[in-house]
């Protein structure tokens, strides 16, 4: 997560803390990301739980410019590939924030993606 501004375009900044395990193979940390677009600049806090033992990532809100947010990463591997499944639920405070992320909501979790993707290739190969 530390790395995201490095790779994923409008994550400006991305700190975390308190990190701690929760159980076996459970692990969770509380992380703020700065986000910047032309118009927007934000921040928000979220709650990560990572499980090894199910392949999986919970995303929860801690505070930001939401109303709620919440978001899944689950990791299922199939022969020598991994698919990847993303799911978020989301509503920002602002109406009007809402209406323009609707507008453009596929583009941009597609190019979230490609930003997940390319930076896979480009750590293995």
């Not at 109303?67 to 993303?86: C, H, I, P, S, Y």
């Not at 507008?103 to 993707?117: D, I, K, P, Q, Y």
Request: charged share 30%; aromatic share 12%.
């Amino acid at each position: 997560m530390e790395r995201y501004p490095d790779f994923v375009p409008w994550i400006t900044s991305m700190r975390t803390w308190n990190a701690r395990t929760v159980g076996d193979g459970i692990d969770q940390l509380d992380a703020e990301a700065g986000v910047g677009f032309s118009f927007l600049k934000e921040t928000f806090a979220t709650r990560v739980r990572r499980d090894a033992t199910n392949h999986q990532i919970d995303v929860a809100l801690l505070s930001g410019p939401f109303r709620k947010l919440a978001n899944r990463w689950r990791f299922t591997a199939e022969g020598d590939q991994t698919r990847v499944e993303f799911d978020i639920d989301f509503q920002f405070k602002s109406r009007l924030l809402d209406r323009l992320l609707a507008a453009n909501f596929h583009s941009a979790v597609e190019r979230l993606m490609t930003c997940f993707e390319d930076r896979a290739k480009a750590l293995y190969g």
